[in-house]
Every structure is written in structure tokens, then in C-alpha cells.
């Protein structure tokens, strides 16, 4: 995909060009207001494709379930389409044409596509999604201020798998997958689980707007140079918050890390102590300095990473804790501090 693409001549994302994109996964992480959730929501309901909006928590999913506040009302409102959202059950809602009758308004059925959230698939199994063709994961990095989802990740692979079944055993195609979001975590559950946070990193050092993983199904795309963007530099909010990380974010579509600062080291000047999961950390042959790699070398003591080889790899190396507060280690990548991060629960 060329990034000419991305944008329509109006400034906003193209999201037709992303959903047409040939991977089952699409995920695309851009500014705030750049067109993202409106050009999904308009390409799905243009092309009839049933899909299912799926955001992180029960609440985010029960407001825009609401007809006076769901993302779809002015999508329809601009076109002069005729959709409305109901309940279907408790925790999903249907999205449905709806036709006037006798001065009522009527629901068509079925439904063009549901809206649920992952935390109501995290509580449920067995049930019949085999009319959805497409998932838009809306907002799939969480905000500063909300609470993270114990086993995140693994909880939007197993709804993929309810939804998705054994469809393609069946000569059909999978279910497309398009998550969109704001760069509010680069280290977010859904990057450090799928491996996906050092692709990233790789496309900011080269300059790239959009990375194919062929092998993997799956496409990165990283909305920078915003035409949207640009000209809302100039407005009230964006003029009160200049030079701040939000702004940074909302408009650079930056994940407020200097990825420039992690850099790659010669072992030779280092020794192996120990290895935890992905990770190995060393330790200078003539300073206290400490580097940390996913590079093996050696045969160190290793840790696993199940709940009870993290607390005994906590238990027994305090000290790191204190080493990386006192910045007396250096990672290769962003990737690699973000998982000592969470090995240590810091």
C-alpha cells in the first residue's frame, strides 16, 4: 500500500483503501479525529458487509450502543441512511436499518452488524457468529486513566476464535479484523503479546507509514503526516495544549518515547547474570552498568514466565528494580524495557 493512499483528497484516512487491504489483520494506530472510526463505520455500512464494533469495556460499549451517542448517528446523518441501534441481548446491540410503517419506524432484520465489547467476550463461549465478516476493534489501546483487562490480549484472540470458528476449514474467509486507536501505548497489551512493538519501532526508524507482515497475515499502519492533522495544529484546544505530550499524541501521533535513546551493544564488553522470558540481562565487565537484550549469550540462570517464575524472578532480583530507577540500564529496544517492565510489574 502506497502511504498516498491513506489519504482521502478531503485530509481524513481513507479506511476503504485499509479494509480492502488484502491481510486478515489491519492494525492502524493515528491522531485523534483523523476520520478512523467514521470511515470504518460509513465503508461497512456502504458495502454491507455485517461486522461487529467491538470496544475494550462493557461501559465504552454501552454508550455508543446508545442511539443518541453510538459513532454511527452521523455517518447516517451525513448520507441520508436510515440505521438505528437496539438491543439485542444484554451487553450487545444490534445495528439495523429501519424502515417508517404507519408512522412507526420499523426494524429491518437482520442486522448489518452488533456492537459488544471484549470484556462481554471474555464471559461467554459458544455462540453463533457465522454472519460477521468483519471486527472494527475501536480504541484498542486504553487511555492513561483506565484501568488495564487481566489477560487483554489473550481475550481478543480467544473472541476472534468464537467469532471466526472454523470458517476457513470451511473453504470460507476468515473474518477480517481492522483495530484502529490513538498512540496513547506503544508497549500496549496487543503489540508486546503479538511481537508487535519492535515492527513498530522499525517503521519509525525507517520512515515508514505502513509495514506488510505477509507471513503473518497482518499490516501496521502508522498514520504520521496527517492532513487532518495539520490543520487542527491552529485550533483552540491544540493552541492551549501546544508543546504538551497530549498534543504530541493527538496530532504527531507520537507514544511519548524517545525511541532514538535505545540503541544495539557489543557483548563482548558485557557478561550474561540471567535471563527472564524473552529477555537476557547483562551486566558490564568493569562498570555497574547493566544492558538488557533479547540476545542469548552464555548459559544463565533462566526464569520463565508463568505467574510463579515471575514472583520467584521478582523475589530473588530486587535489585533491578533499584538498577532501573537509578538508570543504570540501557535496553536495545523499546520492546525490551517495556517487558522488563512487566516481568517486574512496574
Not at 451525513?78 to 420499523?106: L, S
Not at 498512540?183 to 497489551?189: E, F, K, M, W
Not at 511481537?195 to 502508522?222: A, N, S, W, Y
Not at 536495545?332 to 522488563?340: D, G, I, M, Q, V
Amino acid at each position: 500500500m502506497q502511504a498516498g493512499v491513506l489519504f482521502l483528497p478531503s485530509g481524513y484516512v481513507n479506511m476503504r483503501a485499509v479494509f480492502e487491504l488484502p491481510f486478515t489483520f489491519i492494525w492502524i494506530v493515528g491522531g485523534r479525529g483523523t476520520g478512523k472510526t467514521y470511515g470504518a463505520l460509513e465503508y461497512l455500512l456502504e458495502s454491507n458487509t455485517r461486522f461487529m464494533l467491538l470496544r475494550r469495556t462493557a461501559s465504552q460499549a454501552q454508550i455508543v450502543q446508545n442511539p443518541a451517542m453510538t459513532p454511527i448517528k452521523s455517518v447516517v446523518n451525513d448520507h441520508g441512511w436510515k440505521y438505528t441501534v437496539a438491543p439485542v441481548v444484554k451487553g450487545i446491540g444490534g445495528i439495523y436499518e429501519y424502515q417508517n410503517t404507519d408512522g412507526k419506524d420499523e426494524l429491518i432484520y437482520p442486522a448489518a452488524g452488533y456492537i459488544a465489547s471484549l470484556s462481554t467476550f471474555a464471559n461467554i463461549r459458544g455462540f453463533d457468529a457465522s454472519d460477521i465478516d468483519a471486527i472494527f476493534y475501536d480504541e484498542f489501546i486504553k487511555e492513561e486513566h483506565e484501568k488495564g483487562m487481566k489477560g487483554e490480549a489473550d481475550a481478543l484472540l480467544n473472541a476472534y476464535e468464537t467469532m471466526n470458528r472454523n470458517r476457513e476449514l470451511q473453504g470460507r474467509k476468515p473474518i477480517k479484523m481492522v483495530a484502529a486507536s490513538n498512540s496513547t501505548d506503544l508497549a500496549n497489551p496487543y503489540f508486546v503479546r503479538l511481537g508487535l512493538v519492535t515492527e513498530f519501532e522499525r517503521m519509525r526508524q525507517k520512515g515508514q507509514m505502513v509495514r506488510e507482515l505477509p507471513d503473518r497475515d497482518t499490516c501496521i499502519i502508522d498514520l504520521q503526516h496527517s492532513p487532518i492533522s495539520e490543520q487542527k495544529r491552529d485550533t483552540a484546544l491544540y493552541r492551549m495544549a501546544r508543546n504538551t505530550e497530549f498534543a504530541s499524541m493527538a496530532l504527531d501521533n507520537a507514544f511519548g518515547v524517545d525511541l532514538g535513546q535505545y540503541k544495539s551493544k557489543s557483548l563482548k564488553e558485557y557478561k550474561p547474570m540471567l535471563a527472564v522470558g524473552e529477555l537476557v540481562v547483562y551486566r558490564h565487565k568493569s562498570r555497574q552498568e547493566f544492558y538488557i537484550s533479547p540476545h542469548r549469550s552464555g548459559n544463565p540462570p533462566y526464569y520463565g514466565t508463568s505467574k510463579q517464575e515471575l514472583t520467584r524472578f521478582r523475589l530473588q532480583n530486587r535489585w533491578l528494580v533499584a538498577a532501573y530507577i537509578n538508570q543504570q540500564i540501557s535496553f536495545e529496544s523499546y520492546f525490551c524495557e517495556a517487558l522488563l517492565c512487566q516481568y517486574l510489574k512496574y
